[in-house]
């Protein structure tokens, strides 16, 4: 474009943007593609200032609507550059259709919305404090891979002022799983209130969600009772991660292994209670998911059981809650921070 702005070259690539042949364009202003049709002040200023031929420095670019030649608006971004050549100022603009990637980016803060939303409600499900029971300290902790995430821990009043502990994991993570736990911690909670055996309580919790889950979800849970008066604990596992029992010296002295198929891939699974153990002063029960045990680092080498166990054996003498968070230090330290590419939940039970 000259100084008057008016065109005096175009490539064929303008016919992709505007809809006109380079040679239409050839001898026609500028007003042609820029309406008057800024999208702020700032471009406004510049495309006036293109109109009169005055411009204050060599380099500008703005976003602006440009107009095809359907009569249909097109989002644009244009780099403008002025030169001199054989005596006279020109301006060079080079104009891409960013109209895609301005829908892109609207989905994208949309997406970003709807995960804070996601997961601020989440937040609200976890438990906000632990059981107080004389004989023993309680903590859990979760940290989703995303902004909401599949991993699901809680609390849970039953019968006979009995205490449950729920730990489990859809598979994936994101908002659909996090609805999917959702779910599943609304039925047990209703189920722990109203049922005495925790195998009972996942046979009628999986039944349930066998309707709502789709072939390609399942979910893991690992459902223990604490018995205060005989200070014991009765488990079940749908297909989930083993638990640990660790006396006071940090030796296992018990696992919490699977009593089944993880929940809402068949109807008629029926869950067995595990015998009762009694818990010594000392003892560490430790909870997990399988986000601890499977988090690689940069050798793609897993964190894996040992490593759980020694965190937990070198932390053995503090709080519940130290242990929790001495385990997802040395996860973050194993694999990176910012690296975390599984949900990472803990539930540590110590006896006093």
Known sequence: MDTDSVIHFANPAVEVIFGYKPEELVGQNLTLLLPDKPLNKTDAELVKSLHSGVVNSRRHMLETVGLRKDGEDTLLEIVFNDMALQGKRWFVAFIRDITERKKAEKELRENQEQFRVAREIQ???????????????????????????????????????????????????????????????????????????????????????????????????LLVQIDPTTRSIVYASAGHSTGYVLNSQGQVRAELKRTGKPLGIKPDTEFKSASPLILTPGEIVLLLTDGIEEAMNADDEFFGTENILKVARANRNKSAREIVEALYAAVQDFSGVGQQTDDFTAVVLKVK
Do not use: C
């Not at 438990?127 to 300290?137: I, N």
């Not at 995303?146 to 994936?172: K, P, S």
């Open 123 to 221: 937040e609200r499900l976890f438990p906000k404090e632990s059981p107080k029971l004389d004989d023993f300290d309680i903590a859990g902790s979760s940290h989703p891979a995303e902004a909401a995430g599949g991993d699901y821990f809680d609390y849970l009043q039953m019968l006979h002022h009995r205490v449950g502990i729920a730990i489990g994991d859809v598979t994936g993570h994101g908002i659909g799983p996090a609805l999917l736990m959702a779910e599943t911690r609304a039925y047990l909670r209703i189920l722990a209130r109203n049922r005495d055996d925790v195998g009972e309580i996942l046979t009628r919790a999986n039944r349930v969600l066998a309707e709502d889950v789709g072939s390609d979800r399942f979910v893991t849970m």
